[in-house]
């Protein structure tokens, strides 16, 4: 049996699980002060979706990583892949998440225009009066969290199993033959999940291209996430003989690729939408070109794809963690900016503001679910391994060269 990676007791996980906890304090107390004194229950509602979508995103996109993997048989990403596994650990508690959200659903101060009396007299509403009810949407948020709950326990829980087998790979066997719904089941269901939480809340305006760029978005910001663990970890001596330039190499690639299959997904439903000149679709950016918006929309282009486009183009450059660490820092930030050029013109114009609103309070829903994402990725290095040590195709990550 190969020797469990065991990291609970390493300064590094401490340093994640204390500054997590800081950030856990800090945001609820902001988000609290955003209800109190900053805006009302609609300015925090919007703050904590925007926060909790960015979080809860990323970590069911690091269980479709891993079940990607698994499903192409992949062998250089075995000495990763628990990376990503640990930090999915708010997937669980996914439907704990969706409880304000829903509760908010019933308040005068929704968030979401659809539930609200004016929907009532509303002919674009009252038809789509079938789907984007309340009842429906509780339904559906319920499915969600348990579809991903049950995708944890299997990929996720499998590949755990697979740590006290040695010789016998049964729970990666498993696993090569559950990846492929597990994937389905994810593709359908982010893509919802997000037409819900997020294209929802302007109920007049819809995209078919929409669940593909919130997914560019999440595996982008998820690739970031793996990468600045994996640099973290191995400038910490503790991966050292499993993790090898061509990983950062690849990971370098992966950011690099899903940079610019954003921007291709991000163009074209601009562009559809330009051409078209429908005035029921170009209301979103007509919303989001003016009134200091358009500021966002320029920072995602230089930032979402011209900054990470021009660093990671070369291929040196992507076995430099010094700059593999500052284009993935600069990708997480400009997810933000995505999620929150989303959000925040919707959440501004039900409660009234035309004007941009962006302030303080815009960040603290993103500093309480970073925390908990830190927390809880902390919890999951102390309970497990940090590497998948006794993964049939691990010695092929090992050796891997390009």
Same mark, same amino acid.
């Given at each position: ?9 390493? +300064? ?14 800090? $945001?609820?107390? $902001? ?61 669980? @508690?996914? !439907?704990?998440?969706?409880? +304000? ?10 968030? =979401?225009?659809?539930? #609200? ?5 509303? +002919? ?44 016998? #790979? ?10 492929? +719904? ?9 893509? *919802? ?12 305006? @819809? ?30 001596? #503790? ?8 990983? @950062? ?15 291709? %997904?991000?163009?074209?439903?601009? *562009? ?11 209301? =979103? @950016? ?15 282009? %230089? ?54 609103? *962006? ?8 500093? *309480?679910?970073? $925390? ?21 195709? !691990?010695?092929?990550?090992?050796? =891997?060269?390009?």
């Amino acid at each position: 049996m190969s020797q469990l990676v065991n990291l609970g007791s390493s +300064p590094l996980i401490g340093k994640i699980q204390r500054y997590g906890m800081i950030l856990t304090v800090l $945001g609820a107390v $902001g988000l609290g002060a955003a209800y109190a004194v900053g805006g009302g229950l609609q300015r925090m509602m919007g703050d904590y979706l925007l926060g909790f979508w960015y979080f809860a995103g990323i970590s069911v996109t690091m269980v479709f990583f891993s079940a990607l993997q698994y499903l192409t048989r992949a062998g250089w990403s075995s000495s990763i892949r628990r990376i990503a596994e640990n930090f999915a650990g708010m997937v669980p @508690f996914m !439907l704990v998440g969706f409880l +304000p959200v829903i509760i908010n659903l019933f308040s005068h101060s929704s968030i =979401y225009e659809w539930t #609200h009396e004016s929907a009532l007299t509303d +002919p674009i509403l009252i038809h789509k009066a079938g789907y984007l009810n309340t009842q429906f949407l509780i339904i559906r948020l319920t499915l969600y969290a348990l579809l991903w709950f049950g995708m944890y326990r299997v990929i996720v829980g499998n590949s755990i199993k697979q740590d006290t087998m040695p010789g016998d #790979h049964r729970p990666t066997e498993k696993n090569w033959t559950l990846a492929a +719904p597990m994937v389905l089941i994810y593709a359908l269901s982010i893509s *919802f999940c997000s037409f819900d939480l997020l294209m929802s809340l302007e109920p007049h305006w @819809f995209s078919t291209m929409f669940g593909v760029y919130t997914f560019a978005g999440h595996f982008v910001a998820a690739i970031s996430v793996i990468t600045l663990m994996t640099v973290a970890l191995y400038r910490g001596g #503790h991966l050292k003989g499993y993790i090898r330039d061509e990983h @950062f190499h690849d990971l370098g690639k992966l950011m690099f690729a899903f940079s610019v299959f954003w921007t291709y %997904i991000a163009f074209s439903q601009y *562009f559809i939408i330009w051409y078209a000149n429908l005035p029921e679709e170009t209301v =979103y @950016f007509t919303a989001r070109t003016s009134h200091g918006w358009q500021y966002m929309g320029i920072a995602l282009v %230089i930032m979402h794809f011209i900054v990470p486009f021009m660093v990671l183009l070369r291929q040196d450059v992507k076995r430099k963690t010094n700059i593999l660490v500052a284009a993935a820092i600069i990708i997480l930030i400009s997810h933000y900016i995505d999620l929150a050029w989303i959000i925040l013109p919707a959440v501004g114009h039900v409660s009234g503001s035309e004007g941009m609103m *962006f302030g303080w309070q815009e960040l603290t829903g993103w500093i *309480f679910f970073a $925390g908990l994402f830190m927390m809880l990725a902390a919890r999951a290095y102390k309970k497990n391994s940090a590497m998948a040590v006794n993964d049939p195709v !691990l010695a092929e990550s090992k050796e =891997y060269v390009v």
